[in-house]
């Protein structure tokens, strides 16, 4: 069994497999099939170099190598929580890929099935409830920020095709990280994430974390000014400078070079703005891997909150939902620690007839919760806007 990487040969790659992993980026894009071994282990401890995560993780590389794949990899997501088991595993063959050469399909080509159940988790009235509670917390000593979420289920008639699904989400979405990860279960996690937390080439490292957002507008002239908005309030300033300080703190011992700008910039999707801030560095351990790097980072304050234990702690007494694999990463590592980790955000989980969405927002003093219930309804607009569902 011996690893395709077919990055050279500029192979096309037109349809992701249902029981595939399947990543897009602009780096670098690939498509597995096969499973040569699960990696479910927490990763609570995998920002450790020397710990029970990352020994796991070599012993999985070298039994594979010893099975004859040639340059294994690691691939699928990490949940929220750390503690709680990680969706990873090395796959038997994987095709890398240009996204400039994949196949794209015509988005019309999707055909959304009947919709015959939805509820939002929680409903308005709760999530307000919450944002002020959270609100009032980071007014007071001991919490700057809190990133509170809400979920939408749907019920359909039928299973969802994944195949014309993921066609669709690339198209209307060409410019994100977009992804599939199969499940355990026989579901999948899907979506089109416009966060990068972690990509690593040798020592080299970098990183987009996002943090204040604004919905865009179709005319041109007045986009521009939602931009220029958002990039001169208080508010999404200091959301976004609580992520960046907390990112480079964090980075800062375990690195020889670390450069952040000192404005962050604005980048768009197709529904939102947003203030981002290019991260780029040189681990200091030659130990050091993609995925060492990615749990140290994870979850950011942009997920989390500041501090991140204190906000952990109010998440889980103010949103009535485990996470689970949402606000979580997902991505891919290879044996030589070179790899790529994004934010498990403008996604969906499926399973059968059941699709699950999620959206969140930070909480500051300055929030209004009305104002974070319609944010987190444009995100979600972007899963939903795929599923024709909008």
């Known amino acids: 069994m011996e690893t395709i990487v077919a990055e050279e040969r500029q192979q096309v790659v037109a349809v992701p497999a249902t029981d595939g992993f399947f990543f897009m980026s602009p780096w670098k894009s690939l498509a597995t099939s096969g499973h040569f071994a699960s990696l479910e282990l927490p990763a609570a401890d995998g920002a450790d170099p020397r710990g029970a995560f990352q020994r796991r993780l070599a012993q999985a590389f070298a039994s594979a190598r010893a099975a004859g794949i040639a340059r294994p990899i690691a691939v699928g997501a990490i949940p929220?929580?750390?503690?709680?088991?990680?969706?990873?595993?090395?796959?038997?063959?994987?095709?890398?890929?240009?996204?400039?050469n994949y196949q794209k399909r015509d988005p019309a080509a999707f055909c959304a099935p009947a919709v015959t159940g939805r509820k939002e988790i929680p409903e308005q009235?709760?999530?307000?409830?919450?944002?002020?509670?959270?609100?009032?917390?980071?007014?007071?000593?001991?919490?700057d920020k809190v990133v509170l979420s809400r979920l939408i289920d749907i019920t359909?008639?039928?299973?969802?095709?994944r195949e014309a699904l993921m066609q669709r989400l690339i198209a209307l979405?060409?410019?994100?990280?977009?992804?599939?990860v199969p499940l355990a279960d026989?579901?999948?996690l899907m979506g089109a994430s416009p966060e990068l937390l972690l990509r690593m080439n040798g020592n080299a490292f970098s990183s987009l974390p996002l943090a204040g957002s604004a919905k865009r507008v179709a005319d041109p002239v007045q986009d521009k000014a939602v931009g220029q908005t958002l990039m001169n309030s208080r508010k999404d300033r200091h959301e976004h400078q609580l992520v960046t300080d907390a990112m480079r703190d964090v980075l800062a011992p375990r690195v020889s070079y670390l450069a952040l700008p000192d404005r962050p910039e604005l980048i768009t999707t197709p529904q939102l703005w947003h203030l981002s801030t290019p991260i780029e560095g040189q681990v200091r351990d030659g130990r050091e891997n993609a995925l060492s790097l990615a749990c140290l980072l994870h979850?950011?304050?942009?997920?989390?909150?500041?501090?991140?234990?204190?906000a952990q702690r109010l998440i889980g007494e103010l949103e009535p939902f485990d996470r689970e694999l949402f606000g979580g990463i997902v991505g891919w590592c290879d044996d030589a620690g070179n790899g790529e980790w994004v934010v498990t955000i403008r996604c969906a989980r499926l399973y059968e007839q059941q699709i699950?969405?999620?959206?969140?927002?930070?909480?500051?003093?300055?929030?209004?919760?009305?104002?974070e219930w319609n944010e987190t309804g444009t995100k979600l607009s972007t899963m939903l806007n795929v599923f024709g569902l909008n």
């Not at 929220?80 to 400039?100: H, N, Y």
């Not at 979405?173 to 599939?180: D, E, L």
């Open 156 to 161: 359909t008639e039928s299973a969802v095709d």
């Open 356 to 371: 699950r969405l999620f959206a969140g927002a930070g909480i500051v003093p300055d929030s209004s919760p009305t104002s």
């Open 173 to 180: 979405n060409p410019a994100s990280y977009n992804f599939h």
């Open 186 to 188: 026989g579901g999948a």
């Open 299 to 310: 979850p950011t304050p942009a997920l989390s909150g500041f501090p991140n234990d204190v």
């Open 80 to 100: 929220f929580d750390t503690r709680k088991p990680s969706s990873l595993f090395i796959p038997e063959q994987v095709t890398t890929f240009s996204r400039a």
């Open 125 to 143: 009235p709760v999530f307000e409830e919450m944002v002020a509670r959270g609100a009032y917390a980071t007014s007071q000593p001991g919490i």
